[in-house]
């Protein structure tokens, strides 16, 4: 299949103009005339896809929303020149001292967090702020007794110039549920009236269930449907019009008939009910792939549907071949990633959620770009990714 892959057992293949599309997917719920504006978020490296994998895809995006401090200098040496929003805020108080960034966006969530900022010289390129509440997740921010006095704080610090301007931020903990966020929204709208400031909600889910709520936020959030990710229960990223960005895929490397009866897999954990035969899967656990993925998880062999027997080793997973149409050696496997096999189906077997299957590949997997030329397919065209990398739409 891969002319690119020969010599290769596990390898992903990435697709930034798949992130383009998933991009424009996300900006239409916000409507013909959007005014709520983008930040990107690039997490965990993109999700695990890699930043400067995806950024070429990203050239629509008007900012990108990264962990820590480290991430948003990494960013800006990959070529990104728009703005950037640290999630995570500074985490200690010699990272405020160096801060020279422009156009950088910190979340602050606690008071250690603005003492900081206090005790940083004035002048220079300030950052701009981003008050979190605590929200319905209650992980980290504001709760509603204190963030009153963190915003007065904070226009303390606007007023000497330490900080260039001051948002508010709250992130839903159930927003892929029908009545997911008219509460959270209520509280966080009631708390912040008066006060004059963006406002910035809104991850996938909310965009894709709660779009008209989503579309009045200043900045919304949106991070696994980029990269063609569903975030709602029993919905694939395909069925709403996303296409994956990453895709996981080996080889047939052993295949052997077992007979009835006998055991295979450390300590004998596979027993074959009948006569079956046994298909070796180059990639395991030390891949990526959970070792605790139950038999029946399913993959792709030479494109038919088939099914894993468990028991996942360092470097192979035994498959099902049995009844399926003759599979050489060499065949080709499709672990997760394709519109045929969404990586949320996989993770759906394996009792986890995507995100956790596309930020657990080990460095040992090659990544491979999906050429310009293969990713032409259905769906719209994404227009804006003909900007070069880096230019935010403003
Ligand atoms: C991860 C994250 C997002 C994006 O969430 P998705 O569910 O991936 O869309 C948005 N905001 C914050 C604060 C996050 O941590």
Known sequence: MDGDAIGLRVHARVNPAAVAHNLGVLRARLGPAPTARIWATVKADAYG??????????????????????????????????????????????????????????????????????????????????????????????????????????????????????????????????????QADARFQALIRGLPGPRSCGNSAALLRHPDAARTA?????????????????????????????????????????????????????????????GMVACGYGDGYLRHAPAGTPMLVNGHAAATLGAVTMDLIPVDLTGLPPVPIGAPVVLWGTPGLPVEQVARHMGTIAAELLTSLTPRVPVIPVPAAETDGPGPRPGRSASPPGTPRR
């Open 49 to 182: 896809h890699g930043l400067h994998r995806v950024l070429p895809g990203l050239a629509g995006a008007d900012g990108l929303a990264v962990s820590q401090l480290a991430d948003a200098y990494a960013s800006r040496a990959a070529g990104w020149n728009g703005p950037i929003l640290v999630l995570g805020g500074l985490l200690d108080a010699v990272e405020a001292q160096g801060l020279a960034l422009p156009d950088l966006h910190l979340t602050v969530a606690h008071p250690a967090q603005l003492d900081w900022l206090r005790d940083t010289p004035a002048g220079g390129a300030p950052p701009s702020i981003w008050l979190r509440y605590m929200g319905d997740i209650g992980y980290t921010g504001f709760d509603d007794a204190c963030y009153r006095d963190a915003y007065e704080r904070c226009s303390m610090l606007a007023r000497q110039g330490r900080i260039a301007g001051i948002g508010h931020l709250n992130h839903y903990g159930r927003a892929e549920q029908p009545d997911g966020i008219a």
């Open 218 to 278: 200043d900045w919304v959030r949106p991070g696994i449907a980029l990269y063609g990710v569903s975030p709602l229960p029993a919905v694939d990223g395909p069925d709403l019009g996303l296409r994956p960005a990453m895709s996981l895929h080996s080889r047939i490397v052993a295949i052997r008939d077992v007979a009835a009866g006998e055991r295979l897999g450390y300590n004998g954990t596979i027993v074959a009910a009948a006569p079956m035969r046994v």
